[in-house]
């Protein structure tokens, strides 16, 4: 019997993506962003779409199905109502966006035949049902509840139900202009960092503050009901009508305009970054437990820009009341391609679904393109790089040697991971026992702020004894506190510390990814997903007792992480990397000839 092939699409609003199944499989997945090198990428997926039919070896004519990630029509009529409910105000923030839309959104259909060259059907899911199937479909649970919580699709910012078997029912939702992921985004604007990019950074400057601002939000900013749901209080926004996320009301309630990008860091950014997420996290214990109470499931499944806010899916996972929790690993609007496709597999097309215990069906997320041995050679020598090969035996204990000894290491193996996290394919990685390493990488590698913590990827086997958790986490979307038996006591000048200072102190014996509040973003790796890497960790525990190393991001600040090996080569030598191990071939810094680029990257990435 002929196979089935869905092509799932997200695009035009930011991550666009592409999905190929096969029989309901996924053989690939991958961002625009990698191939285009623009960040967060909104344009349609041509190059991501040209993949995945590559890896599947088909043409556009060998699809059975397209699936886009939501609705335009009902997109529009949001748009259209939102302006008329507003009217006169947001005429310019209007008139911009119809252009892209009279010439291009609303004949999506037409479109997306006319970019794959592609006459058969096109199937558009809601932008929420996309979610839910993203989350619920790849889980390993046979029925679970979900939650997919994002700023906005068509009209529905939250939505809960529930998943069994081959169907995903939303039995509740709320709607724009009440949004928790708008509500995170407008803090990001306010407290200086790019909305849709700089999410994290607010997470990640949290705990440097106190929650100062947490009842301001609940009393002027939001209506926060016992069940989660809430309301926002519109006139402190302006998202409906212009070009920013808040008014000056909000600048007069909080005390002063927003911070300027790039300039100092105060204590108060740092206050407002820790209010809103202790809000952030309070609204999704609060879902948690309504939906656990109305569903009766043991299991919950999490999609949408929102659960990529693991110190918020860490506390759900320990205070809430669900006994397992899985999150889609592409959560955001990239995951939407995966859903959308699974979402027509199964609920449109009926096919049945046969969810395995412990095992999902992302298949660690890496979904995108690998480079074999004789590819990388030819790229090395063809280029006249410098290399040393290792042999399958030798490349684990040699890195693992390297990395302590305290150099930074480049790490680029398979394929490519789907989303936003590095798993251990396009990776830089160091030892987290070093006091120094954070700031190294931080300043030196990644040209980005101090203050950014830094994630462990641990042996599967040996996670429990260093973190408060008790189950893998392979996707890198929990935080856990760190163990205390491996902590140290901290004198007291060291805990009278605030803002910043905080960063300078050494808190347990592998500092380097422990946060200032003595949590870390955990990913574990085993020795079915990714071997290679669990050697490499395994030698390093082995040779030098460590189980763990520092897992950040194969990219510089404002780059998409690396997907080629000539992505990987510049980025190598444009930082302070020591060395870069591509396939069997490991290259040290020494030995390699400058770029002939007269750009000076460093001055460019440079912080004020």
Known sequence: MKPVHILGISAYYHDSAACLLRDGEIVAAAQEERFTRVKHDPGFPSRAVSFCLGEGGLAPGDLDVVAFYEKPFLKFERLLQTYLAFAPGGLRSFITAMPLWIRQKLWMRDNIRKELGFAGTVIFPEHHESHAASAFFPSPFREAAF??????????????????????????????????????????????????????????????????????????????????????DMKYFDYCTGFTMTNGRFDRLFGGPPRKPESLLTQRDMDLARSVQDVTEEVMLRMARTIRRETGMKNLCLAGGVALNCVGNGKVLREGPFENIWIQPAAGDAGGAVGAALFTWHQVLGNGRAAQERTDRMR??????????????????????????????????????????????????????????????????????????????NLKIKFRESFRPFAPTVLREKVSEFFELDRESPYMLLVAPVRKEICREMSQEEQDRFGLDKLHVVRSCVPAITHVDYSARVQTVDRETNPLFHRTIEALNERHGCPLVINTSFNVRGEPIVCSPEDAYRCFMRTDMDYLVMGPFLLEKAQQKPLTDDRDWKKEFELD
Request: hydrophobic share 35%; charged share 25%.
């Open 147 to 232: 939650l997919t919580i994002d700023g906005v699709g068509e009209w529905t910012t939250t939505s809960w139900g529930i998943g069994r078997d081959s169907g995903v029912e939303i039995l509740a939702e709320l709607q724009f202009p009440h949004s928790l992921g708008l509500l995170y985004s407008a803090f990001t604007y306010y407290t200086g960092f790019k909305v849709n990019s700089g999410e994290y950074k607010v997470m990640g400057l949290a705990p440097y503050g106190e929650p100062k601002y947490r009842d301001l939000i609940l009393t002027e900013l939001m209506d926060l009901k016992e069940d989660g749901s809430f309301r926002l």
């Open 364 to 441: 660690g997320s890496y979904l995108g393109p690998a480079w074999d041995r004789d590819s990388l050679l030819d790229y090395l020598r063809t280029n006249g790089i410098a290399f040393t090969e290792l042999t399958e035996g030798e490349l684990p204990e040699t890195i693992a040697d390297l990395i302590a000894s305290e150099k930074v290491i480049g790490w680029f193996q398979g394929r490519m991971e789907f989303g936003p996290r590095a798993l251990g394919s396009r990776s830089i990685l160091g030892d987290a026992r070093s006091p120094k390493m954070q700031e190294v990488m």
